[in-house]
């Protein structure tokens, strides 16, 4: 890895580090995730499903939120702030500047993501869950997803303020959650134009979906081993085709 690379993903994660923000929300995903004890003594059927069920869920949406939130003012800020100009001054070119701000922002999610799920494995195996090591594979489905949101909201942040980033990275995410039924949709359609624009689409948008396997954590099922290997070939092309793009962008924006 280039020095220069290195340097911004380094400064980036001590600079999310410092966020008041970024504790909070980390906090809160932990709190939510013991809760989900709680919630499973008041629900009826298996606690221990309920407790994984709930307990996942919050920390999938608090990690979420730390991702948009933190992503949609990596680039914008140090072009408020001016920074910039100082950091594209030294021997850092433009893509390196990119590149820098994701794998900061990455190691910064995965140092969120590992706090929370070392706890929550070892509060299942307190609560008589044993060591279910298929919470440690939905957390490495979950991380893929968060890289996804990660190149989505640089990408946005890479152009535009930080509420139309937190607009579209959220629009983005909700539409990804719910893709196994646009491509239902899809096939329903009576003009052939349609059917190929709506095809088109499908692809385009991100299928958030395929990282998805809490059902099978909580319920015990079976996991194929070729949906891991294609969710991760999956967030891998998708990441280095956003930030292509967004690098695109971002050297052809001028600054002022």
């Known amino acids: 890895m280039k020095a220069s690379i290195r340097g911004i993903?380094?400064?980036?994660?001590?600079?999310?580090?410092?966020?008041?923000?970024?504790?909070?929300?980390?906090?809160f995903g932990i709190l939510f995730a013991l809760s989900s004890k709680l919630v499973s003594f008041l629900t009826l059927g298996d606690t221990m499903k309920v407790l994984k069920d709930t307990g996942l869920a919050a920390i999938n949406f608090f990690c979420v939120l730390i991702a948009v939130f933190t992503g949609i003012n990596l680039v914008y800020k140090e072009i408020e702030k001016k920074t910039v100009f100082n950091i594209l001054s030294k021997p850092v070119s433009?893509?390196?500047?990119?590149?820098?701000?994701?794998?900061?922002?990455a190691l910064t999610m995965l140092t969120a993501?590992?706090?929370?799920?070392?706890?929550?494995?070892?509060?299942?195996?307190?609560?008589?869950?044993?060591?279910?090591?298929?919470?440690?594979?939905y957390?490495?489905?979950?991380?893929?997803?968060?890289?996804?949101?990660?190149?989505?909201?640089l990408l946005f942040s890479a152009f535009t303020t930080p509420i139309l980033s937190f607009i579209f990275t959220v629009s983005l995410y909700l539409i990804g959650q719910v893709m196994w039924t646009y491509n239902e949709f899809k096939d329903l359609l009576a003009i052939s134009a349609w059917r190929t624009a709506t095809r088109v689409l499908y692809y385009l948008l991100p299928n958030l979906d395929k990282f998805n396997i809490k059902n099978e954590v909580v319920t015990g099922a079976a996991i194929a081993p070729l949906s891991v290997l294609f969710a991760s070939l999956y967030a891998a092309a998708y990441?280095?085709?956003?930030?292509?793009?967004?690098i695109l962008i971002f050297r052809r924006r001028e600054f002022q």
């Open 9 to 27: 993903a380094v400064n980036t994660f001590k600079e999310s580090a410092r966020n008041k923000m970024f504790y909070l929300l980390v906090f």
């Open 94 to 105: 433009r893509d390196d500047f990119i590149i820098g701000k994701f794998l900061g922002l």
């Open 113 to 137: 993501l590992g706090s929370m799920a070392v706890i929550f494995f070892a509060f299942v195996a307190l609560s008589g869950g044993g060591l279910d090591l298929k919470i440690a594979l």
């Open 139 to 153: 957390f490495f489905m979950l991380f893929l997803e968060l890289l996804v949101i990660i190149a989505i909201s």
């Open 239 to 246: 990441v280095l085709a956003l930030l292509a793009i967004t």
